[in-house]
């Protein structure tokens, strides 16, 4: 899932054109911290957009919460997510609430994310990335129930016993999808594929990444 957005760029009409000119380069620099990936700064800079600024704007709001979340600050990010899902409406609203599905899928937390995801639609139904991740976890939730119930009822012995090697690719593979990874899961599946055959163990899972990896198609 696509965990980031362009951030928002304001432009504030004259009134004192000393404090303006100083506030629109306090919103450059913030802008460009995160362009440039320097999170660390781009909290500090969007702080102080607010707390020296005096800028409320949502936009902003969600240029902090952005920057929380790639800084590593996930319970900051999700108390801003949540302002903002709580108090506006819209896109703004939307995007917050899509990026709060993208932390709790991250944490596995799948049922929560879908949640997220539909209240982001709701808000918005042109968010193509809300859209995109509902879809995908969805599939992703129903077929893995699917899966593991076939798995309960299928003889084990028709399955061949997975080598150290298969067991070691299917934990990455896991490991991707746990980052909503799903055509990277499905490559290194198949090439595992290629040169152990014990792998076959795993097709159930398989063939499930290769239905989830057609929503990209």
């Known amino acids: 899932m696509v965990s980031r957005y362009i951030l928002w760029v304001l432009l504030l009409l004259p009134s004192d054109w000393k404090n303006i000119a100083i506030t629109n380069e306090a919103i450059d620099t913030a802008a460009r911290s995160f362009k440039e990936a320097d999170y660390e700064n781009s909290v500090r800079n969007h702080l102080a957009l607010i707390d020296e600024h005096g800028l409320n704007q949502p936009e902003i709001k969600f240029n902090l919460a952005l920057s929380y979340q790639n800084n590593g600050q996930e319970e900051d990010a999700k108390k801003t997510y949540e302002a903002l899902t709580n108090n506006t409406f819209g896109e703004i609203s939307s995007f917050a609430s899509n990026q709060q599905g993208v932390m709790l899928g991250n944490e596995k937390k799948y049922k ?13 139904p042109n968010n193509e990335k809300a859209r995109y991740n509902y879809e995908l976890l969805s599939r992703w939730l129903d077929g893995n129930e699917e899966n593991q119930e076939n798995e309960e009822n299928q003889d084990q012995e028709d399955k061949p016993e997975p080598s150290n090697y298969a067991k070691r690719m299917k934990a990455q593979a896991d490991d991707l999808v746990d980052r909503f990874q799903f055509e990277e899961a499905l490559n290194t599946m198949n090439r595992a594929l290629e040169i152990d055959e014990t792998v076959a163990s795993y097709q159930q899972f398989i063939d499930h990444l290769k239905d989830i990896d057609e929503i990209n198609k």
């Open 112 to 124: 929560e994310a879908l949640a997220y995801f539909k209240t982001a639609l709701l808000n918005a």
